[in-house]
């Protein structure tokens, strides 16, 4: 048997605080959206544009960071690096179709990666096969095709990953 931590979806929420009461304008670039991926053990730079005076709050799982706008209404933070974790983030893990996890597989130190079966226990997911007895590494939703059932309570996807390349 393979225990697989809980994944986390990320979220990234930005709180605008305006210090004059007026409301403030906040842009930031298309590249902070749906499908973002981020490098763990990196800081993580974000920036946009707001009114010149304006604080702007980032708030991402545990951190938060604020910057005021300067007067071109550039502002930026640099989030601390993010670190794989086994706390749990959301409301915990399910399958949204009620049936066994799909499209997950493991492979022994061979490489050979074959189906696996894949159950929630203690908000956490247990991979294992009859082929594999000592499991080394894990892809999950590893096809172009996939529409995996594995989410979290909070309704948001896993999003598809591997550990035979980390």
């Known amino acids: 048997m393979f225990r697989l931590p809980e994944l986390h979806s990320l979220f990234l929420c930005l709180f605008l605080v305006c210090t004059s009461g007026l409301v403030a304008q906040l842009k930031i670039p298309a590249v902070f959206s749906d499908n973002m991926v981020l490098q763990r053990n990196k800081p993580l730079p974000v920036w946009g544009k707001a009114n010149p005076g304006t604080s702007v709050t980032v708030s991402f799982l545990s951190q938060q960071k604020t910057a005021i706008a300067n007067k071109d209404s550039n502002w930026s933070v640099t989030l601390d690096p993010l670190v794989l974790s086994a706390t749990p983030a959301g409301n915990g893990l399910i399958s949204n179709d009620g049936q066994s996890l799909t499209w997950f597989s493991i492979a022994g130190k061979d490489g050979k990666f074959v189906p696996a079966i894949a ?24 096809n172009e095709t996939a529409q995996p059932n594995f989410f979290n309570k909070d309704g948001l996807p896993a999003l598809p990953f591997r550990t035979d390349h980390l």
């Open 119 to 142: 159950v929630i226990k203690n908000n956490a997911v247990e991979l294992f096969s009859a082929e594999i007895k000592k499991p080394k590494h894990i892809r999950f939703a590893w």
